[in-house]
């Protein structure tokens, strides 16, 4: 059964860092792209970014709003994405979801989604 | 404001048939496939269409999606009570960045 959880969501002061973890299982991990979208409060979904799979070079894509503030990467040994926040502002208070995507390079096709893990930015 | 434009709201009653428009622009859907998703209250989206038209294993085919020039839409047919949730529709743009619809909130009434 494909699980994706999150981790390492909570409270954190603006200006500050933090970093998401979706620990993946039941699937070769290696093959599939992996993508980080987020829901603030009372609006819609965003798509934050992907990493592609190492096949197709592992490379990284980024919304603009958080490009150069959020860096996504991987460990294929552990099956784990990452995404590291910095610089991070109220605005970006927010569930974030990691997600599978259907190959290994970074269609927005999701097919199975990780609970979510809720970040908020205040003081 | 989305660069994806749906509209804010849709209703039905059971067993009607209900369509959300998505509008976008040559940089996006004109030249990308178009995906959709569902995300019921406090629960993760799931994926109900994608590549314009093609759903995944386990979506009932009430749910289907079609895509014309720029536009593209959601038609689910003999509604239940169960499909009342957020619907969004997603595209690729040609600047490098994936776009999300604003979101329609369907209601069965």
């Known amino acids: 059964e494909v699980q994706l959880v999150e981790s390492g969501g909570g409270l954190v002061q603006p200006g500050r860092s933090l970093r998401v973890s979706c620990r993946a299982s039941g699937f070769t991990f290696d093959d599939y792209a992996m993508s980080w979208f987020r829901r603030a409060p009372g609006k819609g979904l965003e798509w934050v970014g992907f990493i592609r799979s190492k096949a197709y070079g592992g490379t990284t894509a980024y919304a603009a709003s958080v490009k150069g503030r959020f860096t996504i990467s991987r460990d294929d040994s552990r099956s784990i994405a990452y995404l590291q926040m910095s610089s991070l502002e109220t605005e970006d208070t927010a569930v974030f979801y990691c997600?599978?995507?259907?190959?290994?390079?970074?269609?927005?096709?999701?097919?199975?989604w990780g609970q979510g893990t809720l970040v908020t930015v205040s003081s | 404001q989305s660069v994806l434009t749906q509209p804010p709201s849709a209703s039905g009653t059971p067993g009607q048939g209900v369509t959300i428009s998505c509008s976008g622009s040559s940089s996006n859907i004109g030249t990308n496939y178009v995906y959709w998703y569902q995300q019921l209250p406090g629960t993760a989206p799931k994926l109900l269409i994608y590549r314009n038209d093609q759903r995944p294993s386990g979506v009932p085919d009430r749910f289907s999606g079609s895509k014309s020039g720029t536009s593209a839409s959601l038609a689910i047919s003999g509604l239940r009570s169960e499909d009342e949730a957020d619907y969004y529709c997603a595209a690729w743009d040609d600047s490098l960045s994936g776009l999300f619809g604003g979101g329609t909130k369907l209601t069965v009434l």
């Open positions: 997600g599978r995507s259907m190959s290994g390079f970074g269609e927005l096709s999701v097919d199975y």
